[in-house]
């Protein structure tokens, strides 16, 4: 079981997941927490809990991994420095930036041409709708 952004969570999710830890002992699960750095756990570490703390991907890292997602391609410097900036380092920041740059404008946005929902009432009973009832 995964859970995410702990620092998010609200008391209750954090009650739940203390049950979880300490249940993991007895039945054969894997519990993956993350957290920002800042978040103070509300439970204390037990022998069988392993904390492992992520640190931003370097400079030559991030340029690896730049060079994979665009297929190979060289990056000039200045392009690598502005992703660093923009990403501060973040593997999946670095992804979604690529993910959102690579899909084109159009594909998001309704065209003329576009069919409406099958669901979409027709014209005149949406200004039907609209009109004032009297009583």
């Known amino acids: 079981m995964v859970v995410e952004d702990l620092h998010w969570a609200d008391p209750s999710t954090l ?3 203390e049950v979880l830890i300490a249940q993991t002992p007895t039945v054969p699960m894997l519990l993956v927490l ?8 509300p439970w204390a570490m037990r022998s069988y809990m392993a904390h ?7 400079r030559e890292h991030m340029a690896a991994m730049v060079i994979h997602l665009l297929g190979g391609k060289d990056v000039p410097d200045v392009l690598l420095d502005h992703l660093i900036r923009q990403t ?3 593997p999946l920041f670095l992804e979604e930036l ?12 309704p065209t003329r ?15 039907r709708s609209r009109e004032p009832t009297t009583a």
């Open 113 to 127: 041409t576009s069919k409406p929902p099958d669901n979409m009432p027709p014209c005149s009973s949406v200004s």
């Open 88 to 90: 501060d380092g973040g």
């Open 15 to 17: 009650d739940l997941i």
């Open 34 to 41: 993350t957290c920002r750095p800042e978040f103070q756990l």
């Open 52 to 58: 492992v703390t992520l640190t931003r991907l370097s």
């Open 98 to 109: 690529q993910r959102r740059r690579s899909r084109p404008i159009s594909s998001s946005r």
